[in-house]
């Protein structure tokens, strides 16, 4: 299927109202920050950063007049402390920002900072975007139902994120893939199947090979594999269901075709079935949370009449569950998608096939 066909050319910015900023000021995520994403659209002038191979990665480094340059060094110095910390400046005088890097590639156009501990010469990533409730709410699904906790804050207009560790999926097909052992693939075929599973059923779109990044950690005389996403720009905003599925950006065949040659059918329903079901108990576990988040979401226009019609025939078809027909925001729907999965999969008893 061609890509135009799956993804709009543009999702718009939708602004986060005070009911979600309400929420995020409940659950510490909404806290008064040093410097905002404007004041670092002043920067003098930039150069392209290319990676290892001398291509063009797409960001360019900036820099600032004289002037400037030591206020946005120390605020990005404080706001990494209060991302990372409780904000205490006592390791100020340790800290460097290496660089500050810009995308305009994409819908986020963020800035990528990059911290280093001089002590240790150890050195870490935030990013600093223009806020939208879309990735909010996409950030908000994936702390709270994935295996995965993320770290964010957001102050008026701006959204800082932590760096997800990982390998990016574009890079790790090309540098990586053919390294993996018989039996790795067979694990990391799994948790593509997993991976794919939980994307739909909170419904995270666009998740492309280079929005989302391997995890791979070492476990006695094996690998063990995870797959994260890292951007959450197209949370409950297209109407085409399988936008919403990975398996069917064409970026993503070959991890298809490494699920298709080894797994069995009966493997791949199975894994999508503990999947379902781990969600349902995460939603049972956070049930107070998720339903704040939801109460927030089912007010809020995220997405377009059309598009939330069109995804309610899909998940009907999809599920057979006619409860999709009276909703009338991606909120309510995502609330019935839920819903969906703790009636069906919260006291399932699951088993492993290897």
């Not at 910390?85 to 920002?97: C, K, N, Q, R, Y």
């Not at 102050?155 to 574009?170: A, R, S």
């Not at 950006?249 to 493997?267: I, Q, W």
């Not at 598009?307 to 729907?333: A, H, R, S, V």
Request: contains cysteine; aromatic residues 12%; charged residues 30%.
């Amino acid at each position: 299927m061609e890509e135009q066909k799956l993804i709009s050319k543009k999702k718009p910015a939708f602004p986060i109202n005070q009911k979600l900023y309400d929420y995020l000021t409940e659950y510490n995520r909404n806290i008064k920050i040093p410097v905002f994403y404007d004041d670092l659209l002043r920067f003098a002038g930039a150069i392209v950063v290319y990676d290892k191979n001398g291509d063009d990665t797409l960001w360019v480094r900036v820099y600032y007049a004289e002037h400037e340059r030591d206020e946005i060094d120390l605020s990005l110095k404080r706001m990494y402390l209060i991302l990372h910390g409780d904000g205490s400046e006592d390791s100020i005088p340790f800290l460097t920002v290496d660089a500050i890097d810009y995308c305009t590639f994409g819908n986020s156009k963020p800035f990528r900072i990059k911290i280093r501990n001089i002590l240790n010469d150890n050195h870490t990533y935030l990013y600093i975007k223009k806020a939208d409730a879309s990735r909010v709410y996409g950030l908000e699904f994936e702390h709270i139902l994935s295996p995965n906790n993320i770290n964010f804050l957001v102050y008026k207009d701006t959204l800082i994120e932590e760096h997800v560790l990982g390998i990016p999926g574009d890079q790790f097909l090309a540098e990586n893939l053919s390294t993996v052992s018989e039996s790795g693939l067979k694990r990391l075929s799994k948790e593509f199947v997993k991976f794919n599973e939980r994307c739909m059923i909170r419904l995270l779109g666009d998740m492309r090979a280079y929005n989302y990044v391997i995890v791979a950690s070492y476990d006695f005389d094996q690998v063990e594999y995870r797959i994260r996403a890292m951007d959450f720009d197209q949370q409950s905003f297209e109407g085409n269901l399988r936008v919403y599925f990975p398996q069917y950006f064409k970026e993503n065949y070959p991890f298809v075709k490494m699920v298709s040659d080894n797994l069995r059918n009966e493997s791949v329903e199975q894994y999508k079935k503990e999947e379902r079901s781990a969600i349902a108990r995460r939603l049972r576990g956070s049930q107070e949370r998720v339903n704040d988040l939801l109460d927030c979401m089912v007010d809020d226009e995220i997405s377009t009449p059309d598009k939330i019609k069109e995804l309610k025939k899909d998940l009907i078809k999809y599920t057979k569950d006619k409860n999709f027909k009276d909703c009338k925001t991606m909120g309510q729907i995502l609330k019935v998608a839920f819903d969906f999965v703790r009636r069906n999969y919260e006291n399932v008893n699951t088993y492993i096939i290897r």
